[in-house]
């Protein structure tokens, strides 16, 4: 048989008929509902430095380790809207060339384990530095890692790591062309992180290796942050399906990703000098706690402390989160509001005496 031949037949392998039995993607999550991070597939997470990037991964990782168990018990694995679809935990492979060993190792201890409510289980949780690897040895070792581990999920961050040199097309599609491979050999979707350009008004994925995975990825979330440290993460590109709904998020005292709420017009696009709001002012100047709390927990309402403090500044145009904070204190302090404690977690609501 000569080449022409042989090529002929492993092309008529790859032929795709009306009538090839195919299946459709398998999806880990849900985002607002909507189906995202197929598995065999790559999904790009790109942003500027420092703009959320590791808390989206910390959200994904935490959505799939968290125990059925845990859910069961009430903590319905609901993380800014990221939800897992199947019952059973993911395995996870996390492998950051990024930070240093103490920063991974805070963030999967204090963050992800907190979030998930209990510790990261070590037989699903697969998690390496490799920032003191040398160049040479880092490709290796991902693609060791993958194929032993066999992870639903990995979080490739970043896969700038494994190219000496970001602008070379040759080494681009090689690198991608790998990944791709391995994700749909292995059935797992592989996220990967890669910073945007250095230019504020340029988001384009960085160099050559930036251009490949964007043109090779199944989705592309995009992380940012504005001057009031309020995060938010888009789906930039899909090839499936479209989720519309940016996640907003703050960060809490400590330090987890909770969700933001507030109006775009105040809290984005206001300016520094926005006035607040004189519905609930008294004469001199001053908040009237019991007519902003009583608008704010009326009907019954309870909030937690960060739920109460961003509706807070919402409600009052209030810019400041120290300022918000402060108000609280002194409406619990004059017998406003008060706190109740429900399986173990804190929650603000009107006092008998204040509701009218």
Partial sequence: MDTTECTFDRLQKQRILPSSEIPPHEFLFTWHDIPCFARGELVAVTGKAKSGKTYLNSILMS????????????????FLGLERMQEEPLTVLWIDTEQSEDSTHEILRDRIGAMIGEEPSQERFYVFNLRQVNLKDRELMVETAIYCYQPDLVIFDGIRDIVSDINDYAEAQRVIGIL???????????????????AIEDKTLRGALGTELQNKSFETYECSKDDDRVFTIRQSATRKYDIPNKQ???VNPDGLPVPYIGDDSISSEGNSNSKFNSAYLLPEGRFDQRKLFTYILQDGKRMSPEQLRQVVMRVGNIRSFNFASKLIEEAKTQGVIGQIYDHNNKYYALCEQTIF
Avoid: E, M, P, Y
Avoid at 63 to 78: M, P
Avoid at 183 to 196: F, M, N, P, Y
């Fill in 63 to 78: 959505a799939a380790g968290i125990s059925a168990l845990s859910c069961r018990a009430g903590n319905k694995g609901h």
């Fill in 180 to 198: 791709l491979s391995i994700a749909s050999d292995k059935r797992t979707c592989i996220v990967c992180v890669l910073h945007q350009n250095k």
């Fill in 248 to 250: 907003k998020f703050i």
